[in-house]
């Protein structure tokens, strides 16, 4: 397979000037806190399991905040054991907490209530 080349540009209406227009599904991720006496913030992270070193999301949220982000869909995977929301607390030695989920069937997906110890 291989790539096709041109040798002189390709105009439209004799203009030097392509528009091209790409669209994809986005995903609404939302995520409630529940933050308890302890840490004043956390980091949250997206992965895909096949690929933990590369999160597709990684933000800190502070004590009072809540998760929101908008994400392609093709970042996600069909099977419910691949995306991974986690929830790091910072300091004190906190244990992560970790929410598998599916590839998001609508366009915003809720995850319950996560309390932050």
Do not use: C
């Not at 992270?45 to 933990?52: G, Y």
């Amino acid at each position: 397979m291989g790539t096709k080349s041109f040798p002189e540009p390709i105009l439209l209406d004799t203009n030097p000037v392509v528009a091209l227009r790409y669209t994809y599904s986005e995903v609404e991720l939302l995520a409630p806190f529940k933050w308890q006496i302890g840490p004043h913030a956390a980091d949250i992270l997206v992965l895909h399991r096949n690929n933990p070193a590369s999160p597709i999301f990684h933000s800190t949220v502070f004590a009072g905040d809540s998760f929101h982000v908008i994400l392609p869909y093709n970042a996600f995977s069909e099977d419910s054991l691949e995306n991974l929301l986690t929830v790091q607390p910072l300091g004190g030695g906190y244990n992560p907490i970790h929410h598998f989920f599916n590839a998001p069937i609508d366009s915003i997906y809720e995850f319950p209530m996560i309390s932050i110890p």
